[in-house]
């Protein structure tokens, strides 16, 4: 028994005070802002916008949304969007605390009994220690690849170690070749799928195909030096062990569906070649053997088991209740109406209705909206009332275990790289600590080098340096800033300032026609003084670096790392610009709001001024390894949700337009001919060739368009969710744990920004 339900009222009581004082504050955000918005919005132009807020609580409908974190509406006035801007900046926040403390009180909660219980039965807590785990021990784990057999013999060890890239520099070079081409071919794969490029890049496709095939012959003779097939002493059977392993069928996926499509033109192959084209993205997996990432999954099932079955079993009892509340609420709702959904069988006229036909379709969208998000808000009385309780009390406990698989696969990847390298941080050090923190310690109290020009010059660069950085003193640490040196640092802080919002305006018609958008305009001298002042920064930082502490003594450290990088973004645009016009280059409109625009990594600059901006490059130290192997999965899950989405809803007929003059459903002329209409057709191409021109894909349209849509549903918004049965399946997929597996690497950073922030601030206070 998980007893999930029975913790939630412990969690109640034990946060009571807390979840009354913030649930007080949250009703009266909640009433305030439905007020005002239906003062603001009930005479609104749009009649939907001025229907949603005809009364206080129609309002409270969607300024729950708002609070929520959702902006279903944006016809607001202009009173609207101040308050609904304050909503998204404020009382959002606010607005979440009692969401949050029932989440992770449950969370805590869940925890707490499941170490009790480990404890009496084991008499010490935590089983699946990820430290010791047996996983860690695997080399495929830890993104390594196991030595060849010595037992095999010498061909078949060196077929094996080149594909593997181990035991000399061109095998390393021929695995790197081999994933750089993967990338390739999966681009072209994607490119393929827009209408009129079909056959763009054929030749390298045939190129790639032949490299693909050749490997796998040599993967194919060389598995008898495999480990993995160790335990196999027929060198016959070891090969057929290998064909039928999941990379070589990954590898077979991509290569058969091209030689059968040319081998047999007009067959099955050939005439599906569109689609057996997306079996090519299946290669994105064999990097998972390079940098693991997709293989960890299980791994971090295993690792957060006990958690995941008590809060897996509480949301899953969620959603089921929900579901069953919205489809009772919505299957008989014909008041609220929706676009077609001809899929749903209705092709005009269609009601919320036709979207909760059954129990089975309200599982989809109650799915969604457990997410937090609500693509759907015309919903009847009785189910904004249950919406409402969804919003307070479920999303924030359906989301955790999600959240446990994200936190555990994030643990597993950081302990499987320490284990890999086998070091730890070095005393003092820090999380993101590499080479240059390294440094930056053994270099801390040591007297910066003398000049190569001369005591001229190295009594120049110290008097820069410390105008520029400040004076540190060395007993104390602390940094002091002469009268000119603050004064200038104010100046520089004001112009970096000026020029930003000297961007925006810029791009705002009426105020760049009333100051002339002319060459030679004001805006055009402020920025040539501005380069000139920016310009004389770099060149005397560039000078000093070589008494700077922060860029190790090294004018080429300071050069490439974050500082350097951002000072030099601030002033090339302009010079490559003035470089671009003397060369005869006719500046256009275009490129020159292409060169303004670039103006805005001067905000970057501000890192001079803010340990957040100065602690950038050790907030992605920190997280490159989890990056790594979070990355890798992230685009795997982007992309293979993308070609899912672009096979199973690239010809669904509810993202389907047809012109006026076709029918939407086959009938019979005056001359009792049957004439097929829009919605009849399989694909949107066949629509096309009994009626050219006339019929329209509006969404999933190609794979580029696709992705895009698959971008914005990994975000966590639902913007299309009339999907077919297959459409679902993968639009589940991503909300139960896709979305929560593509959001690590953000996780990642921000977990590591909080880290470096907290420690800068601890060094501060010491």
Known sequence: MTHAFRSFDDVLRSSSDVLLIAGFAALMMWIFFSAALHVTERDNPDGEMADYYRTVPHAMWVTLLNLSGEAPLDKYTTWGKILTGVIGIFATALFGIPIGILGAGFEELVEERIEEAEAEENGEGGEGDVE????????????????????????????????????????????????????????????????????????????????????????????????AFAHISNPLLKRLRFLVSFYSLVDLAAIVPFYAAEALPGSWADRHDEFLRMLRLFRLLKLDKYVPSISLIDDVFRLKKDMLIVTGFAAGTLWVIFSSLLYVGEYHDTENGIDPVPVYGCD???????????????????????????????????????????????????????????????????TTNRHKKGEEIPTGGNAGDDWYEVKLRELEGEPAPPSKLGPAVDGWQIEVNEFLNGEVNPRTGETTHTCQSTSFRIFMLTLIVLNVLAVLLETVPEIDRAVGNQAGN????????????????????????????????????????????????????????????????????????????????????????????????????ASKDVLKATGLMAVIIWVGCGALFFLFEGSNPNFRECDDSVPLRG?????????????????????????PGMC???????????????????????????????????CMFLCLIGI????????????????????????DEE
Request: charged residues 20%; contains cysteine; negative net charge.
């Open 132 to 227: 010791n785990g047996d996983a860690q021990t695997d080399p495929l784990l830890v993104g390594g690849s196991a030595p060849a057999l010595e037992s095999a013999p010498q061909f078949e060890k060196a077929l094996y170690d080149i594909t593997e890239g181990v035991g000399s520099s061109f095998a390393k070079w021929f695995e790197v070749a081999i994933y750089v081409l993967i990338f390739i071919t999966v681009a072209i794969g994607i490119i393929q799928t827009v209408e009129g490029h079909e056959d763009d890049f054929s030749f390298m496709e045939w190129f790639a195909v032949i490299v693909f095939t050749v490997e796998y012959i040599m993967r194919f003779i060389g598995a008898g030096a495999d480990p």
């Open 522 to 621: 004001a805006f055009d001298v402020f920025e040539d003084v501005s380069i000139f002042f920016f310009t004389l920064e770099y060149a005397l930082r560039l000078f000093s670096a070589r008494k700077s502490l922060e860029a190790l003594y090294s004018p080429w450290v300071y050069a490439t790392t974050f500082y350097g990088i951002v000072d030099f973004l601030s002033t090339a645009p302009w010079y490559v610009e003035r470089i671009l016009l003397a060369s005869g280059f006719q500046e256009s409109a275009d490129a020159s709001t292409i060169f303004r625009i670039f103006r805005i990594f001067r905000l970057l600059q501000l890192e001079d001024f803010l340990v957040a901006f100065r602690k950038l490059d050790n907030v992605f130290r």
């Open 696 to 730: 329209e894909q509006t969404s999933f349209v190609n794979m580029p368009d696709s992705l895009y849509y698959t971008a914005v549903f990994l975000g966590g918004e639902w913007g299309l969710v009339d999907f077919t049965w297959g459409g679902r399946f993968v």
């Open 348 to 414: 005009d006229d269609c009601t919320m209705s036709d979207r909760f036909r059954s129990y089975v379709d309200s599982l989809v969208y109650t799915c969604i909206h457990l997410t937090g998000d609500y693509p759907i808000i015309e919903y009847s009385s009785w189910s904004r009332v249950f919406n409402f309780f969804m919003v307070i009390a479920a999303v924030g406990l359906v989301s955790i275990p999600s959240g446990l698989v994200a936190n555990g696969f994030t643990e597993l990847v950081q």
């Open 740 to 763: 929560a597996l593509y959001a690590i690497p953000v996780g990642s950073l921000f977990d590591s920004f909080g880290a470096v922030i907290g420690l800068a601030e601890d060094e």
């Open 667 to 691: 009938e019979y002329d005056d001359n009792g001919t049957w004439v097929p209409g829009c919605y009849d057709f399989e694909t949107t191409r066949d629509c096309n060739e009994s009626y």
